[in-house]
């Protein structure tokens, strides 16, 4: 079945440090791939999408590229605010459409 | 454009008792997913309701249930409530146009804690 892989946190880093969030995932087919946000307190957010390979997603400074040869789609900033802290989510949707497989999350803290 | 709305936002039941969860999807949208999210943990799949009808479901027993309302409405049932079936459910709303990318709106979900 379908399953995603992300690097486990936290991750903490300083504000304007570079910032990179692995993400693998299995799967059948040709799935779209997404990043989700969790802001303290709030539901999920769609931070980005790519829908096939080589698709680049970008928002708000945030961009992932959909490798399909290294089934992979990491998340990366190049410089993180203290308000990007929260927990981020790879997630992937396969074939047979809107469900959605989430990887474990990530959680980010930036310390000003 | 009120988004997905969850009800009620915090809920505490004992062991062996029967929990409805509720769901108000985005204007516009016709279908309602729900999923588990236990803490420190990514969400799973319970189900997904499109037309009154359960259209997919995730590996979850079948004290889970569900049900679509005519105004896309959603709730969401859990009998014989287990210590494990405490956690944060969410309601996540899509329309047809957007089901293939698999794109969703996400409520803030309903905390449940079981005793």
């Known amino acids: 079945g379908n399953s995603v892989t992300q690097m486990e946190g936290p991750v903490t880093l300083s504000e304007e440090a570079f910032l990179t969030i692995n993400c693998t995932y299995t799967?059948?087919?040709?799935?779209?791939l997404f990043w989700y946000v969790q802001y303290p307190g709030e539901g999920l957010q769609l931070l980005l999408k790519?829908?096939?390979?080589?698709d680049k997603g970008s928002n708000k400074g945030f961009e992932a590229t959909y490798r399909k040869e290294t089934t992979s789609f990491h998340l990366e900033k190049g410089s993180v605010q203290v308000s990007d802290s929260a927990v981020y989510f790879c997630?992937?949707?396969?074939?047979?459409?809107?469900?959605?497989?989430f990887g474990g999350g990530t959680r980010l803290m930036v310390k000003p | 454009d009120a988004g997905v709305t969850q009800s009620p936002t915090h809920l505490i039941k004992t062991r062996g008792q029967q929990v409805t969860l509720r769901c108000s999807p985005k204007?516009?949208?016709?279908?309602v997913s729900w999923y588990q999210q236990a803490l420190g943990q990514g969400p799973q799949f319970i189900f997904q309701?499109?037309?009154?009808?359960?259209?997919q479901r995730g590996n979850f027993p079948d004290r889970f249930s569900g049900h679509q309302f005519p105004n896309y409405s959603s709730e969401l049932n859990v009998n014989a409530l287990l210590l494990g079936d405490s956690a944060l459910y969410l309601c996540?709303?899509?329309?047809?146009?957007?089901?293939?990318?698999?794109?969703?709106?996400f409520g803030e979900g309903s905390r449940l804690t079981v005793l």
């Open positions: 996540a709303s899509s329309s047809t146009g957007t089901s293939r990318t698999g794109e969703l709106f």
């Open positions: 799967a059948t087919g040709y799935p779209s």
């Open positions: 790519a829908t096939k390979a080589d």
């Open positions: 997630a992937l949707s396969g074939n047979a459409g809107n469900m959605l497989t």
């Open positions: 204007s516009g949208h016709d279908t």
């Open positions: 309701y499109y037309e009154e009808e359960e259209r």
